[in-house]
C-alpha cells in the first residue's frame, strides 16, 4: 500500500494510525498542502479527484477521504477492529467521530483559513479568534459525549476505535496552535492515554519523513 500525506494533516494523522494499530505496512509519499502541491494536475488526474491529503492506493484501488480510507481498512482487514460491529457501539463511535470530522475539522482546516486570511483579509487574531471559537464550540460537545457515555482509559471502553483515531489528531492540532483545552478533561485523559500507545506514537507528525518545526 501507498499513503498519499502530510505529516501536519490531521485527517493523514488518523489513516497513519489506523494504518499503524492494524500492523499494516506502506509507502509514505508526501504532499506538501502548504506548497499546493495537492492540487497540481498529476496528482488530482492521477491520485486524488478531491485534491486533498490523505490518498490511498492499495494495488489498483485507489481511495481518498480519511473516513472512507479507515472503513476500507475495517473491511479488508478486521482486526483489530476500529469500528464496532454491535449496532449501539457503532453509532455511539460515530456519533463522536461526526462530530469531530464533520463539525470542528472542516471549518478549520487550511483551505478555509487561507480564504480567511487571503480573500476575506481577516486579521492574524481574528483569524485565531474563528479557530478557537469552533474548537470551543466542537470540544465542548466531545466533552459531553465522554462525559456521558464514555468509559475507560479509550473513549468507549479498553481498546482504542475510531473515536480515538479521531480525536486525538484533533486535540493535537488544536494545542499546537495554542487551544486551552483544559476544561475538556475527560477528552485530554483520553489523548495522554492514547499518545503514549506505540500505534499513535509512531503516526505523530513529527515521527514522519517529511515533518519540519
Known amino acids: 500500500m501507498q499513503l498519499y500525506s502530510f505529516f501536519n494533516s490531521s485527517t493523514s494523522y488518523r489513516v497513519r494510525i489506523a ?3 492494524k500492523g499494516l505496512p506502506y ?14 494536475a498529476e496528482y488530482v488526474e492521477g491520485i486524488n479527484p478531491s485534491a486533498s491529503v490523505p490518498a490511498l492506493v492499495d494495488g489498483d484501488f485507489q481511495l481518498s477521504q480519511s473516513l472512507a480510507i479507515m472503513d476500507y481498512l475495517d473491511a479488508r482487514h478486521p482486526e483489530p ?3 464496532p460491529q454491535a449496532a449501539e457501539q457503532r453509532a455511539r463511535v ?18 478555509v483559513l487561507r480564504y480567511l486570511q487571503d480573500e476575506l483579509k481577516v486579521t492574524p487574531a481574528q ?12 470540544m465542548a460537545g466531545v466533552e459531553r459525549l465522554l ?6 482509559p479509550w473513549c468507549f471502553g479498553n ?11 484533533q486535540i493535537a492540532n488544536a494545542l499546537r496552535t495554542g487551544c486551552d483545552l483544559s476544561p475538556f478533561t475527560r477528552a485530554m485523559a483520553v489523548y495522554e492515554h492514547a499518545i503514549a500507545h506505540p500505534a499513535f506514537a509512531a503516526a505523530a507528525p513529527a515521527r514522519q519523513p517529511d515533518y519540519t518545526a
Not at 509507502?27 to 497540481?40: A, C, F, K, S
Not at 462525559?147 to 475507560?152: A, D, F, L, N, Q
Not at 476505535?161 to 480525536?167: G, Q, R
Open 19 to 21: 494504518l499503524a494499530l
Open 27 to 40: 509507502d509514505y509519499l508526501p504532499v506538501n498542502i502548504r506548497t499546493g502541491q495537492h492540487r497540481e
Open 81 to 83: 477492529r476500529l469500528i
Open 94 to 111: 460515530l456519533e463522536l467521530v461526526s462530530l469531530i470530522a464533520c463539525d470542528i475539522h472542516p471549518v478549520n482546516n487550511l483551505r
Open 127 to 138: 483569524k485565531d479568534a474563528w479557530y478557537r471559537h469552533w474548537v470551543d464550540d466542537g
Open 147 to 152: 462525559t456521558r457515555y464514555g468509559r475507560g
Open 159 to 169: 481498546t482504542p476505535t475510531l473515536a480515538d483515531v479521531t480525536l486525538v489528531p
